[in-house]
């Protein structure tokens, strides 16, 4: 991909400025559930001052002018911010942004967000960034925005329950091995071994900020973590679950539902009025969970991982 090529381009891709984020944050608030990522980091950049490096805005040029009409957040993953349909206007945004990125951004761990803007980017980027380690189009996107439905049928007599709860440093040791189990399981491989400085500084990073979510319990005679989630991104009045786990020798007992209902209250009583999560399609299971505490389906999110 050529400089002359990009110069030609309609639209321009650029490190966010100060004097777009009020614009940026606007794009974002029109779907807080769809871009919580980069609208936490755009908060972020509000409070404090300081605008993330990782930002790109997306703006069309207008003779001396340009206006702000998409963002690309390019951190560990890369979620885009643009119109989802399919006029010319907008293919040949898409196509601009898919070239810029190409010739301008480091290829991220994976591109992540609504479904329509992330495949369509990745059928542009494919040839330069591919191949995939893995592709999944379609992943439930989910949210609640009310108290949880309270489930019957919890076996767990023989557990001896604390209740749920914010970690503290203090269970940093007990549930760091389930965050690894969860996030092999989940994305395939083990981040002990690649990146784990990284992984585990992220994971006191939720701690600290009372965005870890445990319950323990009694497995094989042993105190362990047998219920856990966090919330990985939060901004806009929306918080994302991530990594929501349940001990493998525990699943069907109950234990995911009653723990989610009651993550959703303690998030709704002090992080943000919206919980939301992604599932992949391919794990019904989960999703009835889901929608059994009161998550309703409100789009559809993709993941391409390399």
């Not at 767990?156 to 092999?184: K, N, Q, W």
Request: aromatic content about 6%.
């Amino acid at each position: 991909m050529t400089d002359s090529l990009l110069r030609r381009a309609q639209h321009s891709l650029a490190p966010l400025q100060r004097r777009d984020l009020q614009a940026a944050l606007a794009l974002t608030r029109e779907d807080p559930v769809a871009h919580v990522v980069p609208l936490q980091h755009l908060e972020t950049a509000l409070a404090s001052g300081v605008m993330p490096s990782a930002m790109w805005a997306v703006r069309r040029r207008a003779g001396l002018h340009s206006d702000l009409v998409g963002l690309v957040w390019n951190g560990a993953n890369l979620s885009a911010v643009l119109p989802e349909d399919e006029t010319e206007e907008a293919e040949a945004l898409r196509a601009d942004v898919a070239a810029a990125a190409i010739a301008r951004l480091t290829r991220p761990a994976a591109l992540v967000g609504p479904a329509f803007t992330t495949l369509d980017l990745w059928g542009r980027v494919e040839p330069w960034w591919g191949p995939a380690r893995e592709v999944r189009p379609r992943q439930v996107s989910m949210a609640i925005d009310h108290a949880p439905r309270r489930v019957a049928g919890i076996e767990a007599d023989d557990l001896g329950l604390s209740a749920v709860r914010p970690a503290t440093l203090e269970d940093y040791d007990v549930l760091l091995p389930a965050c690894v189990h969860m996030f092999i399981g989940e994305v395939g491989y083990d981040p002990m071994r690649h990146g784990r400085a990284g992984y585990e500084e992220r994971l006191r990073y939720l701690i600290r900020a009372g965005r870890a979510f445990l319950q323990l319990g009694v497995v094989e005679g042993r105190r362990q973590v047998v219920f856990k989630a966090e919330v990985g991104a939060l901004g806009g009045g929306v918080a994302q679950l991530q990594g929501v786990w349940v001990h493998p020798t525990l699943r069907g007992r109950g234990l995911a539902r009653a723990g989610l209902g009651a993550v959703i209250d303690a998030v709704h009583a002090t992080l943000a009025p919206t919980v939301s999560l992604y599932v992949n399609d391919f794990n019904p299971v989960a999703i009835r969970a889901y929608e059994a505490v009161g998550f309703r389906t409100v789009g559809t999110f993709a993941t391409v991982m390399f």
